[in-house]
């Protein structure tokens, strides 16, 4: 079975300025996938960004990138320059052959 | 390219009415997942597909809830009959592997 752990209801950050979203989880499996995924107003789910469980690097996309623990078992989300368009609800996810576990969400908002 | 398409967007019936959610893949992806959004419950996992086969339906509320993909390029959830509690968003989301998700749109339904 797998838990995700989002302890960030909510975060705010001023345009411009780095925030940092938190995610925990945990798997007994050792090949799994972490992703991170948006879901702005319009409630599209959006795949922001993936870490394979067995890669040591911590994976970037443009303003995004991660920070994976894995003897920590901790995920966290960083977005760099943030922008208007960034404000969205966030999910943290953890997938194990075809089951995805999503964590409760974050919700950020970006203050011009 | 075209995303993931689900019809309808919206949808308000009555308790006891029959609920047909309709979604077409990304073309060349295999894999294909349904899943529910609550504000209670969060995300969920229903059920998903491998080439056509039903893989894992654990997630499946109950007997009332039916998913079919007659094709690669076609799958239903039907719900009958229908109750209050199964209002939600519901997501189809597919891949072309069995971890991240490209979501649709999500069709919102509303059981009065």
């Known amino acids: 079975a797998q838990t995700v752990t989002q302890s960030q209801p909510e975060m705010s950050v001023q345009e411009a300025e780095t925030v940092t979203l938190s995610c925990t989880y945990d798997t007994s499996e050792s090949d799994y996938y972490l992703f991170w995924y948006k879901q702005p107003p319009s409630r599209q789910m959006i795949l922001v960004i993936r870490q394979e469980a067995y890669k040591q690097q911590n994976a970037t996309e443009n303003r995004f990138s991660v920070n994976f623990q894995k003897a920590a078992k901790s995920f966290s989300l960083k977005i760099s320059d943030s922008q208007l368009g960034d404000a969205a609800m966030y999910f943290c996810?953890?997938?194990?052959?075809?089951?995805?576990?999503f964590g409760d969400g974050t919700t950020l908002t970006v203050k011009p | 390219d075209a995303g993931v398409i689900q019809s309808p967007r919206h949808e308000v019936t009555e308790m006891g009415q029959e609920v047909t959610l309709r979604c077409k893949p990304i073309?060349?992806?295999?894999?294909l997942f349904w899943y529910r959004q609550t504000m209670m419950r969060g995300l969920e996992l229903l059920i998903y597909?491998?080439?056509?086969?039903?893989?894992?339906d654990s997630g499946m509320p109950e007997d009332r809830f039916s998913a079919k993909m007659p094709n690669a390029s076609f799958s239903t959830l039907k719900i009958q009959p229908s109750e209050p509690r199964d209002s939600a968003v519901y997501f189809c989301a597919s891949s072309p592997n069995p971890y991240e998700q490209y979501f649709g749109p999500g069709t919102r339904l509303t059981v009065t």
């Open positions: 073309s060349g992806h295999d894999y």
């Open positions: 597909f491998n080439n056509n086969v039903p893989i894992d």
């Open positions: 996810a953890s997938s194990y052959a075809g089951k995805s576990t």
